[in-house]
């Protein structure tokens, strides 16, 4: 009851009816954000279907319930109908482990295994362009992976542009045009319960001149996604200034123990 009253709250709030989107996102409405591309307005809705898993090896032979995490894209059209142009996971990979599908970014588990969150918009690439940030944790023996999304309109395709990884945790916080990843840091021979240091702050920008992630400093696992065409996704000439200030930003960051806060800016 409590999500269907969160639904509808959203839905009034966003000023349209699940009529108005083509076809209406799956599943019960979790969040959605609005930002803008190249093609105009658009609309990310993050909802969650009911699907069955195989049972486990020597549990009883009962399906498992449980809710497989959805993203959907929508396009505003000029007759007011928001239209969807991207979808993942694939229609094709409600299953306990999902397989890409050539218009699938994000490889999404069902919930029992990783939770996902929508965290905010940020112009990252320059120009008005607008890209949607994502979180994901995957669930594991130990602490689990965090993951964090950088999708985008690229071309006229929506795609995952760069993702950011950890053990245990990692956030983001949009600074600008820059990307804040705050997370615990570990040394190659540190235990998962004991980070070398507990918070830190990594800044994660991107240079349009050589269509290139930067982060300073390099603390977390990125990886520049792979567009459909096998290039890294191409990005405005623009926004040097941009660039300089995150460069600086992340310049200014330094490593100190300092408990609870781990990582510091410094003036």
Known sequence: MRRLLAAAVLIAA????????????????????????SLGLARAV???VEVSLPPQPGAPRVPRQVEQPLLSVYQRQPSGVWLRTFLSPGSSGLARRLVLAVRTAVPFLAQEHQQVTLVGVAHLLGGRS???ILHTHVEGADCGRAAI???????GRWQALVTAQNDCSLRASVAGSCLLLIGPYYLPTAPLYHPTVPQAVAVLSYDGATATWEQQPPLFEVTPRLSRTGSRAPGPTGGEGFLQSCRKLGVGLSLRR???EGVVLSG
């Open 46 to 48: 993050l909802s969650e």
């Open 14 to 37: 966003l000023g349209a009816s699940v009529a108005s989107y083509l076809p209406a996102p799956p599943g019960r409405w979790l969040g959605a954000l609005q930002l803008r591309d």
């Open 149 to 155: 999304w950088v999708l985008g309109e690229r071309g």
């Open 258 to 260: 300092t408990g609870s």
């Open 130 to 132: 607008q890209q949607l």
